[in-house]
């Protein structure tokens, strides 16, 4: 993966506008962490295959970035991403690290659904 670049982002997120696709999100601030520590508050969100079509998006920020994609009836956002790739399936996935390099958010677009 490489660090986000807003333009170059941006740009990939307009491919996937005004049209169905599948979509990946997950946050964890370590979501097994209590287990270690049972004082620490641990949640996470996960979502696969989510069939949706966005109006557009947008990324923004200074980094870490936030992006989000306007569907017809609310919103889809994820804060924190810090890498990307396009890969060779053709989606596009994003990542929020961690100083620790740890995975904090994924944000995926697939025109498929993910395995």
Do not use: C
């Not at 941006?10 to 287990?35: M, P, R, V, W």
């Amino acid at each position: 993966m490489e660090k986000i670049t807003i333009d170059g982002v941006q740009e990939l997120i307009d491919t996937f506008a005004k049209q169905e696709i599948y979509l990946h999100l997950e946050t964890t601030n370590g979501s097994y962490a209590s287990h270690f520590d049972e004082s620490f508050y641990s949640a996470s969100a996960y979502i696969r295959n989510a069939k949706v079509a966005y109006e557009h998006g947008k990324i923004i920020g200074q980094g870490p970035y936030r992006i989000g994609l306007k569907l017809e009836i609310g919103w889809i956002y994820a804060e924190g991403l810090t890498h990307f790739e396009l890969d060779e399936k053709g989606r596009l996935l994003l990542a929020g690290h961690g100083n620790d390099g740890k995975l904090g958010v994924a944000l995926e677009i697939s025109k498929t659904p993910f395995e």
